[in-house]
């Protein structure tokens, strides 16, 4: 048996999160800021859980300090593991355990897990990216996104034809962001699996064989564009697939517009590409896939 020891606690939960608000489901919930007292604490991380349950944490060397979504608070000291990192109160009825970006908590004497699918969530540079997504089932993941966006967990993507269909969670614009412009209202991002993939290509997401690699926040991307257009309308697709993900997992922006020289003079204006794809990228950097 080996103890890993605190100091690689910055390694695996290098993320911070003081409060906020996320979706599980059609539930919104928000995530308990950890305690205040964090002198001397060499890191903290807030994780999303199944059933809409959170954990806020500040870790200290050889220690976790943990805010439950419950009310609850406990400080427990870091036991041995066998790998991942391990802590537990004396008679061993609450344990924090945590391995790479993902966590659970298990409580009494037959070691139950009330705490499942927990995964990191990621901060909030830009304090626009308000609501958070977690899912726990096949894609396993939390991502930020703003306020009003219209999420869809059931979302596949079509583009591909017959046969071929793309699972994944879909969040779309506001109504409100194309109010007046000629950005189209069924605008998203989305993330989306290939779980049988043997390799992470862009490719495999979009109709081409084009693909270049491109490095951001620490990620290396698999990235493939594609535009299309017809009666006015114009759709761009951009498509960031993560090659190291287990099952092959990409992130895609698609954006419809449509021609503004076909409307009447001074009755819409041409919509700011520019930062709908900024946000979508501060959105994509948020992104934490459970491993």
Not at 52 to 80: C, H, I, M
Request: hydrophobic residues 40%; aromatic residues 10%.
């Amino acid at each position: 048996m080996k103890t890993t020891t605190a100091v690689g606690v910055l390694c695996l939960f290098a993320f911070v999160l003081l409060a906020g608000w996320w979706v599980y489901g059609n539930k919104i919930t928000t995530t308990p800021a950890p305690a205040d007292d964090t002198v001397g604490s060499i890191g903290r991380a807030a994780f999303a859980c199944n059933l809409g349950k959170s954990v806020g944490t500040v870790f200290y060397n050889g220690s976790v300090a943990l805010t439950l979504s419950d009310g609850r608070t406990q400080t427990l000291p870091q036991v041995e593991a066998a790998s991942g990192i391990r802590y537990a109160n004396a008679d061993q009825s609450l344990i924090f355990w945590g391995k790479g970006n993902t966590a659970f908590i298990t409580e009494g004497a037959e070691q139950t897990q009330t705490y499942t699918g927990c995964i990191v969530v990621a901060p909030d540079p830009t304090g626009t990216l308000t609501q958070i997504l977690a899912t726990s089932s096949e894609l396993a993941l939390t991502i930020r996104f703003p306020q009003n966006y219209t999420v869809d967990q059931a979302y596949k993507y079509e583009g591909l034809g017959p046969g071929k269909l793309i699972k994944g969670v879909k969040m779309t614009v506001p109504a409100a962001a194309t109010a007046g412009t000629n950005l189209s209202k069924d605008t998203y991002i989305s993330v989306e699996i290939l779980p049988k993939a043997t390799t992470c290509s862009a490719s495999l997401f979009l109709d081409t064989k084009k693909t270049i690699t491109f490095s951001d926040n620490g990620i290396d991307y698999s990235v493939a564009t594609g535009t299309d257009a017809g009666a006015g309308n114009i759709y761009d697709e951009a498509v960031f697939a993560i090659p190291d993900s287990s099952s092959c997992t990409a992130v895609r922006y698609f954006i419809h517009s449509t021609n503004v020289g076909n409307y009447p003079a001074g009755t819409v204006k041409e919509f700011d590409k520019a930062g709908v794809i900024a946000e979508f990228d501060n959105i994509r950097r948020s992104l934490v896939l459970g491993r």
